[in-house]
């Protein structure tokens, strides 16, 4: 018998002790603090023993289950850090220490280079991996004593990423793009070992059609429509302002159409969309700030999400996993962040610039098969890339030296 081409299955992972240090955790708000959650839950559900070190909060902590969710005295400082010192030295020398990294999410207004010390002291007492969500403030060009203070912190943030890249045994970023800017801040040699780990869905991604079809009929009943679009996200910055260009233009192209706006701060933008275009009050509905299981519940309803983002659909958006991860035929923008698998996989409708939405939500709505394919596509490229149980594996086999199969 030839054996030549046979491949010996790898070994199961053993337990793996893992200390998660989070800028956020729940009951906390915030994409990284829901990300954290699901990857603490995930790797517990792998019966690994899992603690979490975050900030204190002043909701119940009601999201524990089989995590260890240990509050910290302060936001990273010296207090917070000889706690976290104790701590640790506390568990197994092969205990894992896994960081959530974002600058800003360590406190002194995301200048905290004395925590990023604290961390880079210690990459020769236990293994340390880093997410890096985010890897520095970008430079500002413009002169003026705004931009020379942006770039007083685009500097410490590259000193910050410095310090916790030469801490980092192995390390992980939300977006490849993410690579590229940290190329010098790691030793010379790892660079080739960062992975790719994209952020999944921090909403449910299943949901009762019997309930989805009901809240859909209310949404249309209330405004009169034979189509919903949606948007999911927390209307702040350069979103918002690309949604001011393109909601109004596509309403006004797509009579018959209405639009639900779901997260935090959509009622007060729905407010003031309204009063700029009062001809469309009528269409628009804000759901405000509900529960994830709701969430999933209003984005399973619309027949088209418009996701517009001045950097482009990229792995990092939790606004566009949760549409993705649900089917939803989702219209948004290719820009410098988006990876190759937005064009490559075809399972979202892609543009240049906002301008070309409107047209293309149209066209999308005006299409039964195109958005049959779209939902078809979208739900298949979310389990086979971005579920959250990829994100665990590779957590996992990084532990342990194997060869993640992501």
């Not at 985010?134 to 910050?160: D, G, I, Q």
């Not at 190329?183 to 790892?190: A, F, L, S």
Request: some cysteine; glycine content about 6%.
């Amino acid at each position: 018998m030839d054996l030549s081409n046979c491949r010996v299955a790898d070994p199961p992972i053993s337990s793996i002790n893992w200390a998660i240090v989070t800028g956020e955790y729940p009951l906390q708000t915030g994409g990284v603090s829901d990300y954290t959650h699901l990857v603490a839950v995930g790797l517990a559900q792998r019966r690994d023993k899992v603690d979490v070190w975050a900030p204190s909060t002043a909701e119940v902590n009601a999201l524990a289950n089989s995590v260890g969710v240990h509050r910290l005295p302060d936001h990273f400082g010296a207090r917070a850090r000889r706690q976290l010192s104790r701590a640790l030295a506390q568990l197994p020398v092969d205990a894992r220490l896994l960081v959530q990294y974002v600058p800003q999410a360590y406190g002194r207004k995301g200048m905290n280079v004395p925590f990023c010390f604290w961390l880079w002291r210690r990459r020769h007492l236990r293994p340390i991996d880093v997410m890096f969500h985010e890897v520095a403030t970008p430079w500002e060009k413009r002169t003026s004593l705004a931009a020379l203070r942006l770039n007083v912190l685009a500097l410490v943030t590259r000193l910050m990423a410095w310090l916790v890249g030469h801490a980092a045994e192995r390390i992980y970023v939300s977006v490849p793009a993410w690579r590229k800017l940290l190329k010098g801040y790691v030793p010379q040699g790892e660079f080739a070992q960062i992975e790719w780990l994209p952020v999944p869905s921090t909403v449910p991604t299943e949901v009762d059609a019997e309930i989805v079809t009901n809240l859909r009929n209310d949404l249309l009943q209330r405004a009169n429509a034979a189509f919903l679009l949606g948007h999911f996200g927390t209307f702040g910055g350069h979103i918002a302002a690309g949604l001011r260009q393109v909601l109004p233009p596509a309403l006004k192209k797509l009579p018959t159409a209405s639009a639900v706006l779901i997260g935090r701060g959509s009622t007060k933008f729905v407010e003031e969309l309204a009063a700029a275009f009062p001809e469309l009050r009528d269409r628009m509905m804000a759901a405000g700030m509900i529960e994830p299981a709701i969430v999933s519940q209003h984005l399973a309803a619309c027949d088209c999400l418009v996701q517009p983002y001045l950097d482009g659909i990229s792995s990092r958006r939790t606004s566009a996993m949760a549409g993705l991860a649900l089917g939803r035929p989702i219209v948004t923008t290719f820009g410098f962040l988006s990876e190759p698998i937005w064009k490559e996989s075809k399972a979202v409708r892609l543009v240049s610039s906002f301008s070309e939405m409107p047209a293309a939500i149209a066209e999308v709505l005006a299409e039964p098969q195109e958005r049959a394919r779209l939902s078809h596509a979208a739900a298949a490229l979310y389990r086979q890339r971005f579920d959250i149980q990829h994100t665990i594996d590779a957590l996992r086999s990084g532990a342990t030296g194997q060869v993640s199969a992501a």
